[in-house]
């Protein structure tokens, strides 16, 4: 039996039980995956990015540097109010809560991050998920995907999972993949739709 996607009665409590459940201001190891994320984009800056789960606001403070305008979005109030004050001296960025797939902007973006979060989905979900975020993407507009590699029994899908679910999606949808990087912790893959 397929796990049910993690909602927000799973991450409702971490955020009440601690701040930064994964360290995400403190961590040496996050720090250097942002560092990553951030250089795997080929454009200085973009339009108008979408940051699906950008949980307390670390990454998506410095992802705003390089972009016009910026949506996060967020499953958690808890864990969006911290992000809304972290990022008030930003104010290219906005905020709103949903549960994506199921909730999603209606937009048009020309970068999508999905870092850390494909895997609280059930199969369905990211199906779902997939189709609207291909939908969503402008022509010419790129997908990046972080992803963390390990078992995680809780949660309903893996790191690799994600990653090769919209690998086998880019195909039929004819996203093309520009780059992939992947080390013994994390996995890293960037598509653009095409402009044509
Ligand atoms: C592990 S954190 C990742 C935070 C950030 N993206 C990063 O890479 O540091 C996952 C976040 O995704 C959020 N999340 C999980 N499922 C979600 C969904 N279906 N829709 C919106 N947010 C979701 C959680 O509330 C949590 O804040």
Known sequence: MTHPSLGA???EPLYQAA????QFETSTYEAAKYAATLAALPRPQYRS?????????????RL???????????????????AIARCQ???????????????????????????????????DDLRLA?????ASL?????????????DAPSYPLRGDDVHNAFSEFA?????????????????????ERPSG
């Open 138 to 150: 402008e022509p010419g507009g790129q997908l990046l995907l972080v992803h963390w590699l390990h």
């Open 49 to 61: 990015a979408l940051e699906i789960g950008g949980s307390i606001g670390v990454l998506t403070e």
């Open 171 to 191: 195909v039929a949808s004819q996203l093309t993949h520009l780059s992939g990087s992947r080390n013994t912790d994390y996995r890293l893959d960037l598509y």
């Open 64 to 82: 705003a540097t390089r972009c016009a305008a910026l949506l996060s979005v967020d499953l958690s109030p808890t864990a969006q109010a911290q």
């Open 19 to 22: 701040p930064d459940p994964w």
């Open 89 to 123: 001296h930003l104010p290219q960025v906005g905020f709103d809560i949903m549960n994506v797939p199921h909730d999603y902007p209606a937009a048009r973006f020309d970068l999508i991050l999905l870092s850390e979060v494909g895997y609280y989905w059930c199969w």
């Open 130 to 134: 997939q189709q609207k975020i291909y």
């Open 9 to 11: 009665d799973f991450f």
